[in-house]
C-alpha cells in the first residue's frame, strides 16, 4: 500500500460565538484538512490548526509547507511506516509540529481502515472505558461567567475550565463567581494561556485563589519559563499543568529534571500527531506525570485524533477536544452525549466526512500526486 495522492483544503470553520482567550478572539476556526488516498482506493483524513502565538504556525505558510515541502515527502511512502515518515518529515524541515500532525493522523486512518481496526487498537488498545470532557467557558465578565458555569452543570456537565488571563485581580472574581455560582463539589480547572506572564503576577493570582480548591491551574506564566513554573509548584498548593510550554520530549526531560509541573497538557497540533503524543506520554508515565490531551479547537477529524491517542493510555486523565460543539457547522460526525465522548468500533478514526460541507468551508484547495 502506498500513497499516491493528497489533497489540501484550508477551511474557516464557523464558531457559534466568539471563542475567547488571554491572547487572542476567534471569531473562526482557521484549520487545514488533509486527505491523502492509497493506491489501492483506500482514503485517510487528517488535520492541521495551526497557531502562531504557541507553535509560530501560520495558515497560509501551513498549506504552502504541506503541499511543496512535506506532502511531496510522503508520496509513495506505505502509511504503516509511520516512524520513517516522521524521521522524514523531522529531517526535511524543523518544527512546524500541526503541519505534520495533519500527515501522521491521516496516516493512522489509512492503517485503521487498511487493518480493518479503530485507531486506538493500532495503538494499545482501550485504556479507560469512557471519555468525558469538561465546558470551556472563554474569557467574560465575572456574572456572565457564573451564568454559563450554572447553565453547564445543569445540562449535564460534571467539570468546568474557565478561560482565563487578562488582568489577575478580575480573573480571580471570575473564578470566585463561578465557584460561588456552582458550588464547592464541582471540579474546575483554570486556563490562563501564558495571560499572567510572570512568576511575581502568577504568585498573587495563586495565593489568593487557593481557597476555591481548583484541580489545576493551566500554563499562568510565559511559554519556555520552566524555571518560573518551578518556582510556582514549590509556592502553591495548587497544581500546576503546562500547556503551551511542553511540546517536545526534550522540555518534558527538562520540566521533570526540576520537578516544573504536577500535569501536562499533550496537543497533537503541538507534538506532531498520534505518534510523537505516545511516546510523551510514556515519557511522561515513567516520572510520575498525569496527561491531559488537549485541543486547538479542531474538527471532528483533529479532535478524534485526541480522543483515540486517549483512551489508548492509562496515564492519560483528562481531555478536553470540545471543538466540534463550538462549531455552527462541522466537516464529521464525532459523537458528543454530554459528558461523554463515544468513540466507536469503526476502522482508523471512524468517521464520515461530510464534503459537501467540507466544500462550503473551503477557502484555499490544492492537490499533490
Not at 474557565?162 to 489577575?168: H, N, P, R, T
Request: net charge negative.
Amino acid at each position: 500500500m502506498k500513497i499516491v495522492k493528497a489533497e489540501i483544503r484550508g477551511v474557516h470553520l464557523p464558531l457559534q460565538s466568539p471563542f475567547v482567550i488571554s491572547y487572542a478572539t476567534f471569531h473562526y476556526m482557521p484549520s487545514i484538512i488533509v486527505k491523502l488516498e492509497t493506491d489501492n482506493g483506500i482514503t485517510g483524513w487528517g488535520e492541521a490548526v495551526p497557531d502562531e502565538h504557541v507553535t509560530g504556525e501560520s495558515f497560509f505558510g501551513t498549506i504552502e509547507i504541506l503541499r511543496h515541502v512535506l506532502l511531496p515527502k510522503v508520496m509513495g511512502k506505505n502509511p504503516f511506516q509511520i516512524e520513517e515518515i516522521h524521521h522524514m518529515m523531522n529531517q526535511t524541515i524543523t518544527a512546524n509540529p500541526a503541519a505534520k500532525a495533519a500527515i501522521d493522523i491521516a496516516c493512522y486512518d489509512l492503517m485503521g481502515k487498511a487493518s480493518d481496526l479503530p485507531v486506538y487498537d493500532l495503538i494499545g488498545g482501550r485504556a479507560h472505558t469512557e471519555l468525558t470532557y469538561p465546558k470551556v467557558l472563554s474569557i467574560d465578565e465575572p456574572e456572565a461567567m457564573a451564568e454559563k458555569a450554572r447553565e453547564a452543570i445543569a445540562s449535564g456537565f460534571q467539570s468546568l475550565k474557565l478561560k482565563v488571563g487578562s488582568d489577575y485581580r478580575l480573573d480571580v472574581k471570575r473564578i470566585q463567581a463561578v465557584r460561588e455560582a456552582v458550588g464547592g463539589e464541582v471540579p474546575i480547572r483554570v486556563d490562563a494561556n501564558l495571560g499572567w506572564h510572570s512568576y511575581s503576577t502568577a504568585i498573587q493570582a495563586m495565593k489568593q485563589l487557593e481557597r476555591f480548591h481548583l484541580s489545576w491551574i493551566e500554563q499562568p506564566i510565559r511559554l519556555g519559563d520552566i524555571d518560573g513554573l518551578a518556582q510556582l509548584k514549590r509556592q502553591s498548593t495548587i497544581p500546576i499543568m503546562a500547556d503551551e510550554s511542553i511540546q517536545t520530549g526534550e522540555q518534558l526531560i527538562d520540566m521533570i529534571k526540576k520537578e516544573a509541573v504536577d500535569k501536562i497538557n499533550i496537543k497533537l497540533m503541538k507534538s506532531g500527531g498520534i505518534f510523537p503524543a505516545i511516546h510523551i506520554a510514556k515519557a511522561a508515565e515513567y516520572a510520575g506525570i498525569d496527561c491531559q490531551i488537549g485541543s486547538m479547537v479542531e474538527s471532528s477529524i483533529g479532535s478524534a485524533a485526541g480522543y483515540h491517542t486517549a483512551i489508548s493510555r492509562k496515564n492519560i486523565t483528562s481531555t478536553e477536544l470540545t471543538g466540534p460543539l463550538l462549531f455552527s457547522q462541522d466537516i464529521g460526525d464525532l459523537h458528543y452525549e454530554v459528558p461523554f465522548v463515544h468513540l466507536n468500533e469503526k476502522p482508523g478514526l471512524g468517521l464520515i466526512i461530510n464534503e459537501e460541507t467540507l466544500q462550503e468551508l473551503t477557502v484555499i484547495h490544492a492537490e499533490v500526486h
